[in-house]
């Protein structure tokens, strides 16, 4: 029977979610977090 939690190439995809949880800020949210360090956002702004 084939595993619904591997991809074709043998790539856990449990474990991929599980280590990007752990991998800090997003791409986007690094990028919010720095525009708004240098006042390009304030907090009321969403993206």
Do not use: P
Not at 4 to 24: F, H
Not at 33 to 43: D, E, I, P, S, V
Request: glycine residues 6%; without cysteine; positive net charge.
């Amino acid at each position: 029977m084939k595993d619904k939690n591997k991809t074709i190439a043998g790539t856990d995809i449990n474990e991929v979610k599980r280590l990007n949880a752990q991998s800090g800020l997003s791409y986007n949210e690094a990028k919010k977090a720095m525009a708004q360090k240098k006042g390009f956002l304030t907090n009321k702004t969403s993206t």
